[in-house]
């Protein structure tokens, strides 16, 4: 663990060029930023590598996830049809450098292209289309601040204590803890569609205004997809005040071990989560997450063996 942490100390000092992808008035991240981390395994809580965990800070784009997460809830809770086209509102284009798709008001899209421009780029207009759609059924004066809401529902409802959302994406600045959005992310790992869309490498979206239709292929941004075959999602952002930070998480087959303290056999699933916050820059981001990930695994088969599973709602408290 502590050579974990002497690479990130040494490399916060390095903090340099972000991407712009808000405003040009957004706060820059101060460049002698601690990063902020988890590692953990999803299905007992375990946590494997944390640090500064339960600071509270900018998140950046990270804030789709939550959007996606509040969308998928009302898609399945109102059984709305993925190919539902949804209307671009007048909100959405308030934030042309996060506008990816160029989305114009009164153009329409299909709820699951905004999803895919929502959670594979850092795409602020898709995430605030989405948010209309959903907001709009339950506020038609003020969509988004019902959706915002419902957001922060969520988030008190996992136990993300430290967490409040103030925009449906990172182009509004909303503030939380790598350990929150470790909880952000195991729930959103709970939605296999969601993961589903997470895991894809790119997809062609679809525009449609009274001028015609345009497509538009959306890569995804999260590099790890291609680092090995057990990374599945989920996402990645960088921006100004947020620095590059990254939820990604990856999947092993499930294994049968004797718990050396009951004698009995149990069947263990192993799935990682990392949440980075405020790291210097994209490479490091990855570089870092691959480790963990690489000596994650490592880790946990020590863990594992002797261990009783917990449930998540006991994971409430980190290391800082």
């Known amino acids: 663990m502590k050579k974990h942490l002497t690479i990130l100390c040494s490399l916060a000092a390095v903090c340099a060029a972000l991407l712009t992808s808000c405003s040009s008035t957004e706060p820059t991240l101060p460049a002698d930023t601690q990063p902020s981390y988890v590692c ?15 600071e509270k800070r900018p998140i950046g784009m990270l804030a789709n996830l ?11 809770a109102a059984d709305v049809n993925l190919d539902t086209q949804i209307t671009v509102p007048q909100q959405a284009t308030l934030w042309p450098k996060t506008n990816l798709l160029k989305l114009q008001a009164g153009e329409t899209m299909s709820i699951r292209d905004a999803l895919y421009s929502t959670l594979m780029w850092d795409d602020s207009a898709s995430a605030m289309t989405l948010a209309y759609a959903c907001g709009s059924a339950l506020n038609s004066n003020d969509p988004a601040g019902a959706f915002v809401s419902q957001m922060n529902h969520l988030a008190a409802r996992l136990l993300m204590r430290s967490t409040y959302f103030k925009g449906t994406s990172g182009a509004v600045i909303s503030q939380s803890t790598a350990r929150d959005m470790a909880l952000m992310g195991m729930y959103a790992i709970g939605n296999p569609a969601l993961l589903g869309i997470t895991s894809q490498p790119g997809a062609t979206v679809t525009v449609h205004s009274p001028a015609g239709s345009r497509t538009q292929t959306v890569r995804n941004n999260n590099k790890l997809l291609s680092f090995s075959e057990h990374v599945d999602g989920l996402k990645a952002g960088q921006s100004r005040s947020a620095g590059a930070c990254l939820m990604v998480t990856a999947n092993r087959v499930s294994v049968k071990r004797i718990n050396p303290v009951t004698g009995k056999q149990g069947t263990y699933g192993q799935r990682l989560l990392v949440v980075m916050l405020g790291m210097p820059d994209s490479s490091t981001r990855y570089n870092t997450a691959a480790k963990f990930l690489r000596d994650g695994w490592d880790v946990w088969e020590q863990w594992l063996p002797t261990n009783d599973y917990t449930d998540h709602s006991k994971f409430i408290i980190l290391p800082n």
């Not at 953990?40 to 339960?54: D, I, M, P, Q």
């Open 40 to 54: 953990l395994e999803v299905n007992s809580g375990r946590v494997l590598y944390a640090s500064n965990a339960t």
């Open 66 to 76: 939550a959007t996606a997460c509040v969308a998928m809830d009302w898609i399945k």
